[in-house]
């Protein structure tokens, strides 16, 4: 059973445009939600996180939402840059996160 | 920035045999350390829970005798995956929590991964 689910393998942008990854939940008990962003190869970096008493967290080009009734995030991008392309991992979680399966971002010149 | 280490980054086996690897916090102590696995396509699995001191937990459908999880020190946890088999190829990240501050998800750093390659 997938607690965390981001339906969107890949995802293509123009580079300036605005990137928006999204992701749902299932398991209403979840506090937490983080995105993190991993190139090949390597471990993943954390990007951004909010918790569930917020409806929006913004840190630089990147915004997160939370829409609880909704169970349902999403990360903002803007501008997005080619640096960007990589996979997103959407988490969530109490006490240990959940990860989703990642969509991968492509930002096109 | 807290930095987390792993080693070796990539390793090839043969099958049976036997690889280790390590998980370092380099500038910090980390009471608690994840284990995770990655499958192509699929997201990260968590696989065990390391506490340094006592025995790791281990999630669901993970084998504790064929992976074994040993947190000797607040700075060190290994993976040993014993008798390697070829669906054992896989890239293993650990992640390690500060130590002294809440079990939050947002004080957890990853380390880069380790490519596992069983022939």
């Known amino acids: 059973d997938q607690q965390v689910k981001q339906n969107s393998p890949s995802l293509s942008v123009q580079e300036g445009r605005i990137s928006i990854l999204n992701c749902d939940y299932t398991?209403?008990?979840?506090?937490?939600f983080l995105w993190y962003k991993k190139y090949p190869a390597e471990g993943p970096t954390f990007l951004i996180s909010?918790?569930?008493?917020?409806d929006k967290n913004e840190d630089g080009r990147f915004t997160v939402f939370l829409n609880k009734s909704a169970k349902h995030l999403s990360l903002h991008i803007v501008p997005s840059q080619p640096g960007d392309s990589a996979v997103y991992f959407c988490?969530?979680?109490?006490?240990?996160?959940?990860f989703g399966k990642g969509t991968r971002l492509h930002i096109l010149p | 920035g807290a930095v987390v280490s792993q080693h070796p980054s990539r390793v090839i086996c043969k099958s049976g045999t036997s690889v280790k690897i390590e998980c370092r916090s380099l500038?910090?102590?980390?009471?608690?350390m994840f284990w995770y696995r990655q499958f192509p396509k699929k997201s990260l699995m968590l696989m065990a829970t390391?506490?340094?001191?006592?025995?790791?937990?281990?999630e669901q459908g993970v084998e504790k005798d064929k992976f074994l999880i040993n947190h000797a020190s607040l700075t060190l946890s290994t993976l040993t995956v014993t008798s390697a088999h070829p669906e054992d190829s896989s890239f293993y990240i650990c992640?390690?929590?500060?130590?002294?501050?809440?079990?939050?998800?947002?004080?957890?750093?990853f380390g880069p991964g380790t490519r596992l390659t069983v022939l």
């Open positions: 398991n209403s008990m979840f506090d937490y």
């Open positions: 988490a969530a979680g109490r006490d240990k996160i959940i």
């Open positions: 500038d910090f102590q980390a009471t608690t």
């Open positions: 909010i918790s569930s008493i917020k």
């Open positions: 992640s390690a929590y500060l130590a002294g501050g809440p079990v939050r998800t947002d004080t957890q750093y």
């Open positions: 390391s506490n340094e001191g006592s025995k790791a937990t281990y």
